[in-house]
């Protein structure tokens, strides 16, 4: 079946705008998660979601991200007010129930903040 | 706080030969620890994963080594090939605090043929 996709591939936004990501899951994965790529910071957790329950956002860098999932699929991650350390390559994942600990990535979105 | 220490940064090797990553952790309760591979411009892709009752796991070419005590663990590549040229990452989750995964920084291998 289709794996994880995401949407745009690509951004390039000015800073102070606000950009919205998209991550469509492998379907009948329960759990989704954000991760954020970066240079300086290699690989970070963002936020996870697991079925209807409250979202983990322990990750997120700021109050300018948040995500939501909207009937247990799609998800959208948006940030506000961008700024040029944003720029990153923001990759989504899902796994499954019974193996949550697999994860499936997307291809990313590669998000560049001029 | 790096939970999750990773080396070398960069490895070359010749086609044929062994490729050696290294981890480390701190988190005891950390109870999965994947490898994952990722090729210029995709996602990483898991190649091949273990659990601390075990102390080496081999899928193909691939074998994780685990050492729970010195809570480290290492990625060995067997007969290296120029397809296996990528950025490999190790990683550690915990069940019961939602399996997010804490990466090691990454190793680069080039293999040269």
């Known amino acids: 079946g289709a794996g994880v996709s995401q949407s745009p591939s690509n951004k390039v936004t000015e800073k102070g705008k606000d950009v919205e990501l998209r991550c469509d899951p492998i379907?009948?994965?329960?759990?989704l998660y954000w991760y954020r790529q970066s240079l300086g910071q290699g690989l970070e957790f963002l936020i996870y979601?697991?079925?209807?329950?409250?979202?983990?956002k322990s990750g997120l860098p700021s109050d300018r991200f948040s995500a939501e999932r909207t009937g247990g699929s799609v998800s959208t991650l948006t940030i506000q007010r961008t700024q040029q350390e944003d720029s990153a390559v923001y990759l989504c994942a899902s796994s499954r129930a019974g193996h949550p600990e697999t994860q499936y990535f997307g291809p990313g979105t590669r998000l560049l903040v001029l | 706080q790096q939970q999750v220490k990773q080396s070398p940064q960069s490895l070359i090797v010749q086609k044929g030969g062994i490729s050696i990553i290294n981890c480390a952790y701190e988190?005891?309760?950390?109870?999965?620890f994947p490898w994952y591979q990722q090729f210029p411009g995709k996602g990483p892709a898991l190649l091949i994963a273990?659990?601390?009752?075990?102390s080496e796991k081999k899928e193909g070419r691939f074998t994780i080594s685990f050492n729970k005590s010195a809570k480290q663990f290492s990625l060995h590549i067997m007969d290296s090939q120029p397809g296996d040229s990528a950025t490999y990452f190790c990683?550690?989750?915990?069940?019961?605090?939602?399996?997010?995964?804490?990466f090691g920084g990454g190793t680069r291998l080039m293999v040269k043929p």
């Open positions: 990683a550690a989750s915990l069940r019961n605090a939602g399996n997010m995964l804490t």
């Open positions: 979601f697991q079925g209807n329950s409250a979202p983990d």
């Open positions: 988190n005891t309760a950390f109870d999965y």
């Open positions: 273990i659990r601390p009752d075990v």
């Open positions: 379907s009948g994965h329960t759990a």
